[in-house]
């Protein structure tokens, strides 16, 4: 018997050539730039008018109001006094603009290919750059005492040198904290199915293909990065997905409105509407992981 994924893909490939979204690479920072624009205002509608991206984490089976505020509270619980902290592709700036206004003494620095707008209500310990984190030139070695990326290294092919960038802004005994996807096992161990919702998943939000768990371990030693906690947080993601796979279901399991639907609205949004659908199902089904990395420069 088919799982719900795999009858999931096969409902998708009525509607969608999935070449279309797989085939070549898709996560040049052009096509990165594009994602987001062209769903910057689904991101508000649908999912935090504040303009948060990421995935909240709820304690119980229901989502609560304070969920979206999971990670950046679990940063600044790492943030010393007068911390200069430097957050990987920002997005819409929630993040930044939560933490700035709760945390006066410290500096915020956010590097992004495009920045998002400052406010003049926003708090002044902000800085945002325009460029790509996987080069820090125009950040002075050892000299942040915190990094944390929320959902955005997984964009990038060439992780080891974000990785090493990331050592080397790092103090000494400076933490830096990941919140990404992984898969369990290396793709190649999968069934073809399989392979075809990572890919994507992947592809269709404009990252590289999804790592394996091991892959990811493998950049923080390789970047000499010491490890404070892991935790898989993928049970307390499952309210959020399900509400996203509500939302994807009313459209995608109607035939009238998902050909309307495919015919009207532009293939990046399209993409993020099925990744919405599988969601849940790749969490249930033990294909899809979301981790919580907390590691710190070792000293010397």
């Known amino acids: 018997m088919a799982s719900e994924l795999e009858n999931k893909l096969e409902r998708v490939k009525k509607f969608v050539k999935i070449e279309k979204i797989i085939d070549g690479d898709k996560n040049s920072p052009r096509a990165i730039r594009a994602y987001y624009r062209i769903n910057g205002a689904a991101y508000r509608r649908f999912h935090s008018d504040r303009g948060f991206m990421h995935f909240r984490v709820s304690k119980g089976d229901k989502i609560e109001e304070d969920d979206i505020f999971y990670q950046p509270d679990t940063v600044m619980r790492y943030m010393p006094q007068n911390a200069r902290v430097l957050e990987l592709g920002p997005g819409q700036g929630a993040n930044i603009f939560y933490l700035a206004g709760k945390r ?132 307390e993601g499952i309210p959020d997905l399900h509400r996203l796979a509500l939302t994807a279901s009313r459209i995608l399991n109607s035939d009238k409105r ?43």
């Open 104 to 235: 006066l003494d410290a500096t915020f620095i956010g590097v992004d290919l495009k920045p998002p707008r400052k406010p003049k209500t926003a708090p002044k310990n902000i800085t945002f750059i325009r460029g790509n984190y996987a080069d820090l030139n125009m950040i002075e070695s050892e000299s942040v005492d915190l990094v944390f990326g929320i959902e955005t290294v997984v964009h990038c092919s060439d992780k080891d040198k974000v990785f090493a960038e990331v050592a080397r802004v790092l103090k000494p005994n400076g933490v830096f904290i990941l919140y990404d996807y992984v898969i369990l096992n290396a793709f190649d161990a999968y069934k073809p199915y399989e392979q075809t919702v990572i890919n994507l998943i992947s592809k269709g939000g404009a990252s590289a293909i999804i790592e394996s768990d091991a892959e990811w371990d493998a950049h923080f030693a390789k970047a000499g990065l010491e490890k404070i906690s892991k935790t898989y947080l993928s049970k």
């Open 258 to 300: 998902s050909k309307l639907f495919f015919k009207i609205f532009p293939r990046k949004f399209t993409n993020n509407v099925i990744i919405g659908y599988f969601a849940e199902d790749c969490v249930k089904e033990g294909l899809f992981y979301y981790n919580e990395w907390i590691y710190r420069k070792k000293q010397g």
